[in-house]
């Protein structure tokens, strides 16, 4: 019963292992080995700002200026998008960290997978999934119905692009979605350099047409005497917890700047470039979001904003109908950059999980003259053309945020296990066994002799006389010992001390945000809740503030790039703001991630858990791994 009882242990114990098993910052020796195939490296700083500012300024600021600004803040929407990006910007700094250590694709999969574990990259890679297929459909489904107004209506469309029913379906078909979908598609199988052209040129047509909105708005709010602002409530109408929940539902129009580390393997210069074209990126849409918001709030009573067309609605009532043409084509431009930038990381994502051994290896193959892969990009294609084709995907839009939110959560806990605990330990494949046995050898008679030379061996041998079991006196070196035990006891200690107050930072944010979104719950309840969690929160974070951060970080992947500030405060901060939006989503949207989440677990364990590349992989410490590598190269030349 013993000897079962130890087997099961054992059993269990390695599973657990497997499902937090990390992989290495960069994994280049292996697919230099393995597959000889790279992304093409091509992009610059400018190229990634237009990827990020056409992802992140959708249509939704068309619509979403008059119904925050009716509902929520009044003239003070302005303040409510300042908010917001300053919200956006703390997941931003920690995305920029991680993006020029571990410029591969894959982004918050990638950087959850080398500092958190397999299993945990899975789930946020499975949810990335559904937030680019579900995101990318939705976008399509909402460029027909512009493209319609802008032509004039729907029967001004060509006949096989307007929507039609199938009562006997109860489905809506909409095909021009699909065919924008499937464009989108052949354009980013074409190449990488080519597709962000075309999102460049999308990007400054939807610029241009905002900065028309700024400019002609503001001269008619000057003529006007800025309306909008001459009110008896004031700047906060819904006082500052209405400004502060508009806050929460602009905080979405920033989601998006993200797609700039998608094509992190894709850039020429990631040290520099990748947190350039993020903060770039944040920086234009925030203002463009605020100067948007002044002109508009200003030029009508907010109560008067149509929360359909706020923007055209406001330009009609001063004499300018034709702007709302300009204003359509924005929008419609705005929806198209959308969708590329929505469709641009999903292969990326699809090819670094095959790569891991996560999925089939189909979905890795990178074609040899557009250096894309154009396989997952079909299939990704495919699969949301049928989705914008057959389903209204609008419901399921709290979907997205959620695969957003996790992935911002993970990043910025990412950070903290970086700065307080990196890994110390790189997979190899087992092929390398005798490389690592000697090396570990060669190191370990090393580091003795070196020890050795930091002492007196007669004040050794006379502190600690120790015979052999043949009397003869055998010279020890307990001092030596003692130095390298305590020295490795503490090290493991503070990092010990570290994990486990990231794991109490990360169950108080939980319980304190859980308290207050549920108005379920009787006050007393959710006060007490409340307190408990703020007391687990604020005193691990003190802990971490106090900790020193370890020193391995300043080696751990590429160095010399973007550092995060404030740590531990400002991944905290992101932490806790991204845990409370995600709390407050609503049940129903939960209830769907979760049976997402269920059929991605069943997925892993039927087949990423026994396929991943690192089930036989052989974990060595960093400092071995040139030296292991040399040795390996130096044989083979032989």
């Given amino acids: 019963m013993q000897n079962k009882g130890e087997v099961l242990l054992s059993k269990c114990s390695k ?70 990006g ?16 571990c410029p591969s694709a894959g982004s918050a999969y990638h950087y959850a997978y080398i500092c958190i574990g397999e ?36 029967d001004k469309l060509p006949a096989f692009l307007v929507r039609h029913a199938i009562p006997q379906l109860g489905v809506v078909v909409d095909p021009c979605a699909a065919v924008l979908v499937l464009i989108v598609t052949v354009l980013l199988c074409a190449g990488i350099k080519e597709s962000s052209l075309v999102q460049t040129i999308v990007t400054t047509v939807n610029v241009c047409a905002m900065l028309f909105v700024i400019i002609a708005g503001g001269y008619l709010a000057c003529k006007t005497g800025w309306a909008g602002y001459e009110l008896r409530d004031r700047f906060f109408p819904f006082g500052v917890n209405g400004m502060l929940a508009g806050s929460a539902v602009v905080f979405f129009s920033y989601i998006g700047f993200d797609a700039v580390t998608s094509a992190a393997e894709e850039t020429k210069r990631p040290l520099r470039d990748l947190p350039l074209g993020i903060g770039m990126t944040l920086t234009l849409c925030c203002i463009l979001y605020m100067l948007v918001s002044v002109v508009i709030v200003g030029l009508v009573p907010y109560y008067s904003l149509n929360p359909d067309t706020p923007i055209s609605s406001a330009f009609s009532v001063n004499g300018m109908q034709w702007a709302a043409y300009i204003v359509t084509a924005g929008a419609v431009t705005a929806l198209c950059a959308s969708l590329m930038g929505s469709l641009l990381p999903q292969p990326r994502l699809l090819m670094s999980m095959a790569r891991d051994g996560l999925l089939p290896s189909f979905f890795s193959d990178i074609n040899a003259s557009t250096q894309v892969p154009v396989k997952s990009t079909v299939a990704a294609g495919i699969l949301a053309a049928v989705l914008a084709l057959f389903m209204d995907v609008s419901e399921l839009s709290g979907m997205v945020s959620v695969g957003t939110l996790l992935a911002f959560t993970v990043v910025a806990i990412s950070i903290l296990i970086l700065r307080y605990a990196p890994p110390d330990e790189v997979p190899l494949p087992s092929s390398l066994q005798q490389f690592i046995d000697s090396v570990r050898k060669q190191f370990d008679d090393d580091g003795q002799a070196a020890e050795r030379k930091k002492y007196n061996d007669d004040d050794i041998v006379e ?41 109490f930072f990360c169950i108080g944010v939980l319980v304190l945000t859980s308290a207050a979104s549920a108005d379920y719950l009787p006050s007393l309840l959710r006060f007490s809740l409340g307190a408990v969690g703020a007391a687990i929160l604020l005193c ?74 690192l089930r036989n992989a052989v974990y060595v410490p960093m400092a071995y791994l040139d030296h292991i590598y040399c040795a390996s190269s130096s044989h083979h030349q032989v």
């Avoid at 299993?119 to 976008?139: D, K, N, Q």
């Avoid at 070196?477 to 493991?492: A, V």
């Fill in 86 to 101: 300053l919200a956006a910007a703390l997941s931003a700094f920690c995305y920029a960290e991680l993006a020029s250590r």
């Fill in 540 to 613: 691990s974070l003190i802990v971490l503030a106090c900790l020193k951060q370890d020193e391995a970080r300043h080696s751990f992947g590429h160095t010399g790039g973007f550092l995060c500030p404030f740590v531990p405060y400002l991944p905290a901060a992101c932490i806790l703001i991204n845990v409370y939006l995600l709390i407050s989503l609503g049940v129903g949207t939960w209830i769907r991630v979760s049976i997402w989440l269920i059929m991605g677990t069943s997925v892993y364990v039927f087949y990423g858990w026994s396929h991943s590349s």
């Fill in 119 to 154: 299993s945990v990259a899975w789930l946020i890679g499975w949810s990335l999934i559904l937030e680019y297929t579900i995101g990318g459909s939705a976008i399509a489904r909402g460029i027909s119905p512009n493209l319609a107004l802008f032509f004039g209506g729907e």
């Fill in 15 to 84: 599973a657990f292992k497997s499902l937090v098993r990390r992989k290495q910052v960069d994994s280049v020796h292996v697919r230099t080995e393995g597959e000889g195939q790279q992304l093409a490296r091509k992009l610059t700083a400018l190229d990634l700002t237009a990827i990020g500012v056409g992802t992140t300024i959708g249509a939704g600021v068309y619509v979403l200026v008059g119904t925050v600004a009716r509902e929520h803040t009044g003239p003070a929407l302005t303040v409510s998008f300042l908010i917001a």
């Fill in 463 to 503: 502190q600690s006389p120790h015979f052999s079991e043949h009397g003869e006196a055998s010279i020890q070196y307990p001092l030596i010992g003692k130095h390298l035990t305590e020295d490795k006891k503490c090290q493991s200690k503070r990092r010990k001390i570290a994990v486990w107050n990231i794991a």
